[in-house]
Nanobody
Framework: QMHLVESGGGLVQSGGSLRLSCSAS????????VGWFRQAPGREREGVSC????????RYAGSVKGRFTISKDNVKNMVYLQMNSLEPEDTAVYYC????????WGQGTQVTVSS
């Protein structure tokens, strides 16, 4: 059974850092693209970052480029999102996903950045 579980969210002050983790079971991440989306209250879900399977390239939304870093550990079957220099605008529920023709989602983890 395929399952994704995010962790690492919480409350942090502006300028602080958090590291989100996504544990994948039932997947072999060697064969999946992975990424993160977020959804703030009253806003649509937006892509934050992804790591493609084809060439292991990374992509970032303009609003997080230079502050967030996505990584993947194929041995541990984990996906990470290191978030630095957090801003109140980063407050949202963060979701990880895996994709290989079909996209699978985790349940989300709340990130709240106070000013």
């Amino acid at each position: 059974q395929m399952h994704l579980v995010e962790s690492g969210g919480g409350l942090v002050q502006s300028g602080g850092s958090l590291r989100l983790s996504c544990s994948a079971s039932g997947f072999n991440l060697d064969y999946y693209s992975v990424g993160w989306f977020r959804q703030a209250p009253g806003r649509e879900r937006e892509g934050v970052s992804c790591l493609t399977i084809s060439n292991n390239g990374t992509r970032y939304a303009g609003s997080v480029k230079g502050r967030f870093t996505i990584s993947k550990d194929n041995v541990k079957n984990m996906v990470y999102l290191q978030m630095n220099s957090l801003e109140p605008e980063d407050t949202a529920v963060y979701y990880c996903y895996t994709e290989n023709g079909v996209r699978y989602w985790g349940q989300g983890t709340q990130v709240t950045v106070s000013s």
